[in-house]
């Protein structure tokens, strides 16, 4: 079990932050914009760590973030244009901003939760052993030439 120092868990953050593995630092664990890989390709690391709702935290990190980002922007464009603001455009402009930053953030949002999850809850040998023994392929139905 490694020792927790700032060093260590300022390094995998940063991975985190870069779409990286928390444990090796490689990258390629996304599978999609949308969902990550069953388990690192390069170390083995099972990347869903938890129960079925391991992925809530990074949810509310993401509801977070683009609340933040909303914000500052509606506020800076509000403040630049005092006192004629816009304010239909500021609304329907702040949803779209929204939406957009809330898919822009989604894998961010999703590595950064399980770096901070790796931070937390270092990763054991046997865990890595685990997702290096899982990835062994079983054929549900035999090919033509082994029967």
């Given at each position: ?5 700032a ?75 005092w ?13 779209v ?51």
């Amino acid at each position: 079990m490694h020792e927790l120092s700032a060093g260590r868990a300022s390094r995998i953050l940063w991975r985190g932050i870069r779409l990286r593995c928390p444990n090796c630092g490689q990258a390629g664990i996304l599978a999609s914009w949308f969902a990550l890989r069953e388990r690192c390709p390069h170390c083995g690391l099972v990347l869903d760590r938890g129960e079925s709702d391991y992925f809530l935290g990074a949810y509310l990190v993401n509801l977070v973030a683009v609340e933040l980002i909303v914000t500052a922007v509606l506020f800076g464009i509000g403040y630049a244009m005092w006192p004629r603001v816009p304010w239909t455009a500021l609304t329907w402009g702040g949803v779209v901003l929204a939406a957009v930053a809330a898919v822009a953030c989604y894998p961010l949002t999703k590595s950064l939760w399980l770096a901070f999850d790796v931070v937390l809850r270092p990763v054991t040998e046997e865990e890595l052993q685990l997702g290096r023994e899982d990835t062994r392929v079983v054929r549900a139905t035999p090919r033509v030439d082994d029967v």
